[in-house]
């Protein structure tokens, strides 16, 4: 049997009004705060990708002082430190992308919310690949420092290719959550949570996974490294 106070909730809810499928004029307000926090949503995910790599740069520099001279140790790590800049462009630059993405979105005049939102949610959609083909560079360009044995080659390609495919999916998974929660805009009863918390979600999400990714490409790195 269900409870008064169960009831009551129900009631609640369907008497709460939604945001709705239009875009309104007491909308506008929210759309403006959402549009303003794309570029700083970045600035933490770019900080967590160069702090997972000098982590691993740090390991890495200890073992190739072990395994090298002082001055081919010391260009070794230089070059790695110089190689994660084909992965860190497309994330340095995505906030300034999602903040045109998102101001495009609020100049739409369809009328319908879901336009304001889907230029941010297009340009979201699309970074997965665009960092892992820079990984791939990345891994190309760190490849001649490594020993040309099978196991040092095979960690090598390992680190390219399962380090590009899991960067990609750090990216894509939270993007089309996302998407799949601004597709729900017009069921939300908060426009600002139901646009706020989402971006939130991605922000963290997308930190928690390069994190977790970049951190696991340190053990081929190291083996890279040994050759063995």
């Not at 426009?191 to 340190?218: H, I």
Request: glycine share 6%; net charge neutral.
């Amino acid at each position: 049997m269900v409870s008064p106070r169960a009831l009551l909730s129900r009631l609640r809810a369907r008497l709460q009004p939604k945001v709705g499928e239009r875009r309104l004029p007491q909308h506008e307000e929210a759309l403006e705060d959402w549009a303003a926090q794309g570029e700083g949503a970045f600035q933490f995910i770019s900080a967590a990708v160069v702090g997972a790599w000098e982590v691993s740069l740090a390991e890495l520099a200890r073992e190739a002082r072990q395994l090298r001279p002082p001055e081919e140790a010391a260009r070794f790590v230089e070059r790695c430190s110089d190689a994660l800049v084909p992965t860190l462009t497309p994330v340095q630059g995505a906030g300034k992308r999602l903040e045109r993405a998102m101001a495009a979105g609020l100049t739409s005049q369809t009328g319908r919310l879901l336009d304001a939102v889907a230029p941010a949610v297009a340009m979201l959609l699309g970074l997965g690949a665009e960092v892992s083909a820079g990984w791939r560079a990345t891994a190309d360009y760190v490849a001649p420092l490594f020993p040309a044995t099978p196991e040092g080659q095979a960690a090598l390609a390992r680190l390219r290719e399962e380090g590009a495919h899991n960067l990609a999916r750090a990216f894509d998974e939270p993007a089309a959550r996302l998407k799949a929660e601004y597709s729900a805009l017009a069921e939300a009863p908060d426009l600002s949570r139901a646009l706020g918390d989402p971006l939130e979600t991605y922000r963290v999400s997308v930190t928690l996974a390069l994190e977790l990714t970049l951190s696991a490409q340190r053990e081929a790195l190291l083996v890279a490294l040994r050759g063995r």
